[in-house]
C-alpha cells in the first residue's frame, strides 16, 4: 500500500492524492485520473502525477500490469523510495506515453521497457544524479527497438553506453524547433538524419567532419544543404 506525502516538490502547484477518492463500489471508470475507452469501459489512460504517491512500489505491481489495454501511464512526481523500475512495465503493450519522473526510482533501467514497440513518449529522468542507470546495452535497445518513439526524455539517468554503431536519427515531423545541439554534428556512427517539416533555426557548425559515416540526409533548410554538399563525404545522399 501507498501512504501520501505531504511534502511534494513545488513543481506540483496543487498536488492531488488521487486515489483517495477510489471507492471499489463505483465504477473506476469514474475514479480521479483514470479514463476509460468510451465504448468498451475499458481503462486506457491513468494519470496519477502528484499524487503523493509514496512507499515501495512493488515490482508485481498489482492489478497495475494487468491493465492491457493501457495507453497513457503518468506515475510523476511521487515518492517510490528508490524503488526498481519493474520489468513488468513491458507487459503494458499497448503504452504510447510512459512517464516515471521524479518519482524516486532507482538502479537499473530494465531492458524489457525496449519491447514496448508503440511507445512514443518516454520520460523516466530523476532527480538523483546518475541514480536511475541504463543497462551497457540497453540505449541501444531504445534506440533499435522503439521506431514510433518521438520524444525521449533521460535527464540525469546515466545512459553508461557508447553510441552504438550503424544508427539513424529520423526527427521529420517531431516539432523541433530553435538550434540543433552542437553535439548532434560529432555522432561519428550516424549513418542516416532526417531533420525535415522542423522548424530549426541558425546555423550548421563550421566543422561537421564528425559525421564521418553520414550516407543520407533529410533536410529542407538550402542552405544547411549547401553546407553539408561542401563538407560532407561524396557518398552522402542529401534531400
Not at 542507470?133 to 531504445?142: A, D, I, T, V
Amino acid at each position: 500500500m501507498f501512504t501520501f506525502n505531504p511534502n511534494v516538490s513545488d513543481i506540483c502547484s496543487f498536488p492531488n492524492p488521487k486515489t483517495l477518492s477510489w471507492n471499489k463500489s463505483t465504477d473506476c471508470c469514474s475514479w480521479d485520473g483514470v479514463h476509460c475507452e468510451e465504448m468498451t469501459g475499458q481503462v486506457i489512460e491513468l494519470d496519477l502525477r502528484c499524487s503523493r504517491l509514496q512507499g515501495k512500489f512493488h515490482p508485481n505491481g498489482g492489478s497495475l500490469f494487468q491493465l492491457s489495454n493501457l495507453k497513457r501511464l503518468d506515475l510523476s512526481y511521487n515518492n517510490f523510495f528508490g524503488s526498481p523500475i519493474s520489468p513488468k512495465f513491458s507487459e503494458l503493450s499497448s503504452l504510447t506515453h510512459l512517464d516515471l519522473s521524479y518519482s524516486g526510482f532507482t538502479g537499473v533501467f530494465p531492458a524489457e521497457i525496449s519491447h514496448l514497440s508503440n511507445l512514443q513518449v518516454l520520460r523516466i529522468w530523476t532527480v538523483d544524479p546518475y541514480g536511475l542507470r541504463l543497462g551497457p546495452y540497453n540505449f541501444e535497445l531504445l534506440l533499435k527497438n522503439l521506431t514510433q518513439l518521438r520524444y525521449l526524455d533521460l535527464y540525469f539517468v546515466n545512459i553508461s553506453s557508447t553510441i552504438p554503431l550503424n544508427f539513424s536519427l529520423q526527427l521529420a515531423h517531431t516539432q523541433l524547433h530553435g538550434v540543433l545541439p552542437e553535439r548532434v554534428f560529432h555522432l561519428s556512427n550516424l549513418e542516416d538524419l532526417s531533420l525535415p517539416y522542423n522548424s530549426l533555426t541558425g546555423q550548421i557548425p563550421s566543422n561537421v567532419s564528425g559525421l564521418q559515416n553520414l550516407l543520407v540526409l533529410v533536410i529542407k533548410q538550402l542552405e544547411w544543404a549547401y553546407t553539408f554538399l561542401d563538407i560532407l563525404s561524396p557518398v552522402t545522399t542529401i534531400f
